[in-house]
């Protein structure tokens, strides 16, 4: 065979693999009938994903702090074809609400197949500023509560053979600038979740866990905080919200929105000092 043909063959396995690697097994005809709690849900990308999981049939409930704008998403999801819609307000900084959510979600809809955890305190995007009690206030709202969350659905969830997704950022996974305590809490759900999903395999428990790690969405609070400060541009919060459904359909181990952070977290390994260069060069520091 000639030096010519065994590089076509080789191309033409590697696109196989590639093609096999990629391929997109997400069929919106599963979400149909399935029952999702999501949290954050009345903003931002949860609000996206309430869209998408309503136009895809599921029966949902919303939480987040603010009723009057749940019930507007609400309406809009019945709109859209949610098979049902409820919602509960709550305040994930009380270590009370998760418990009593799932206990409504549960109550209302006779089960759960979905725990979609989404939700994060407000924090501001600077310099550490030595705050460390709101380091801790914001542990319990985006790590602490999603912890309660997912033990409190447990059980129904191996019932139903159901999944966790957890929304992340790449901030969990590549610590960046201004962001010390978020960060840190986005890292403490990957050890926590990636830990647990080992367990429910080592148990054979059949509940899927879901990592998705996003770059820099367009919502308003994100785009309110880093103007100016990042020189980045913001990706549409529904096509990361529906990444994100489609990362939980499909079981996936983790799910990465835009898909090029996957090989930028395994390059980060690569020239540590160097990447450090890069990461600190996207970021206006004289602004912050
Ligand atoms: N946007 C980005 O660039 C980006 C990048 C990477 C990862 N992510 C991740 O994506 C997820 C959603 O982000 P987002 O940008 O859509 O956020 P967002 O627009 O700020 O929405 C946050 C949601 O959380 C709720 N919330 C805030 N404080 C709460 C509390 N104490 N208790 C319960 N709910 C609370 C808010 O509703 P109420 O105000 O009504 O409570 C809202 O529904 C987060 O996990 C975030 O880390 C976002």
Redesign the pocket.
Known sequence: MSARWKALWAAGIAAGLLALFWRDTFNPETISGTRVLL?????????QMAYHYSRFGAEIVLT???EA?LQKVMERCLQLGAKKVFYIP????SPAEPERVMQFAVQKMGGLDYLVL?????TPFQMWDGDVEHTRWLLQ?NFLSYVALATAALPVLMESKGSVVV????SGKIATPFATSYSAT?FALDGFFSSLRHELAMQKKDVSITLCV????D????LEKTRGLVYMD?LP?TEAALAILRGGATRAREAFYPWWLEPLCYMRGWFPSHWDWVIQSSYNYTSA
């Open positions: 949290t954050g849900a009345s903003a931002g990308i949860g609000e987040a702090r603010r704008v709550a305040d994930m900084s989404n939700h994060i305190g407000v709202v929304v992340s950022s790449i986005k996003l770059g820099l969405i919502t308003e609070t994100a913001a919060a």
